[in-house]
Structure formats: C-alpha cells, structure tokens
C-alpha cells in the first residue's frame, strides 16, 4: 500500500460460482455479484482470499 497511506477497504465484491459452465438466463440469475469478500488493510498490505476462477473488485477509501 506504499503511495496509499490512511486508505481502507470500503467494498470487496465478488463474482463466483461453483459452477463454471453455470449462465444466467431471463428466467434465472445463476451468477451475480456479492459483497461477501474478506478484503481488509494490515501491515501496509491489502490482504484477501480469493476463489478460484472469481472476478473481484476491491475499493478502497481514504480515511
């Protein structure tokens, strides 16, 4: 986080499913976005575990 001083994690979502071959339809969304990452700032490093074969989006804020 060298450059990003006083900035924490606001939002960590996540674009997963077990399923990868899994689609949505009209009549079903199968696959959507949550914010159900586990983002956080320590050491002067953002930190997360990441799913396999995810999309993620990870927002930080200056406090």
């Not at 060298?2 to 969304?29: C, M, P, Q, S, W």
């Amino acid at each position: 986080m060298r450059g990003f001083e006083k900035y924490r994690v606001i939002e960590h979502i996540v674009l997963e499913h077990e399923d990868l071959k899994a689609v949505n339809t009209a009549a079903e969304e199968k696959v959507k976005p949550h914010s159900g990452g586990d983002a956080a700032c320590q050491d002067g490093y953002v930190n997360s575990r990441l799913a396999k074969a995810s999309w993620n989006v990870i927002r930080l804020k200056k406090a």
